[in-house]
């Protein structure tokens, strides 16, 4: 018998708009018992200070993961200058407070031109990267001090706005594997005085848009009345 949630155990592609504060898996340890499932994942983790476009596949859909995940990204955010921290977005607390009176619209586009492309990042110290069998920001939290790989990405585009300077609003169409509180942090560092991620928007995954996805709320919602529907029926 075909029950409300057979078809997400069948198999679905669901577009969450990831809440703030939340882990990428705090979506999917809600969506296991709401959806009863076995077999669901997320397509890109998100951190948590970010909100936005989480790709959830369940069923043999899970078979799809990797291929979604490869795909282009595209995020909204912004990029305050005049300090950096050690997480590189506001998970730690900012320091090393720099004077921007110098940094000209000029030097900002400079800048931003030699950030687009393909280039080489290194990741953040307090990443979920694997290092030696241990998460590195595991690591970090130890005060140990850890030496990562740079890796090849790409940067398609990078547009800023700096109407409310010393914080830069940005959007960004990138490659998969780009870190973007790194990118702020690199931006930070051509400047010359220093940056960090103080905001994060994912907006965009391949062909998926934000303006597709529902809340968790909304999710929540629309299950609860397909099981008064069923009820009703039986």
């Not at 369940?58 to 990029?79: C, D, L, S, V, W």
């Not at 051509?190 to 103080?198: E, Q, T, V």
Request: net charge positive.
């Amino acid at each position: 018998m075909n029950t409300p949630l057979s078809k997400y155990e069948a198999g679905q592609v669901l577009l969450i708009n990831k809440p703030l504060r939340w882990t990428s898996f705090d979506v999917i340890r809600k969506l296991r018992p709401l959806l009863n499932l076995r077999k669901i994942g997320h397509a890109g983790t998100l951190d948590p200070l970010a909100t936005g476009l989480l790709i959830v596949c369940t069923g043999k859909f899970t078979r799809r993961i990797n291929e979604y995940m490869a795909q282009e990204k595209e995020y909204t955010g912004t990029i305050t200058l005049g300090a950096t921290t050690p997480t590189y977005d506001l998970e730690s607390e900012p320091e090393n407070f720099r004077d921007t009176s110098a940094i000209t619209p000029d030097l900002i586009a400079t800048v931003v031109q030699q950030f687009t492309g393909e280039l080489l990042q290194v990741p953040p110290a307090h990443s979920a990267i694997k290092k030696d069998g241990k998460r590195v920001y595991e690591l970090a939290r130890q005060g140990k001090t850890v030496e990562l790989e740079p890796r090849r990405v790409t940067i398609y585009s990078f547009e800023t706005d700096n109407s409310q300077f010393p914080v830069i609003a940005f959007r960004v169409r990138c490659s998969t594997g780009t870190y973007i509180r790194s990118l702020a942090n690199d931006v930070g560092a051509a400047l010359g005085c220093g940056g960090y991620l103080s905001s994060l928007c994912r907006t965009a995954i391949g062909e998926f848009r934000l303006e597709q996805a529902v809340t968790m709320e909304e999710l929540q919602e629309a299950v609860k009345k397909e099981k008064e529907i069923t009820r009703k029926d039986s």
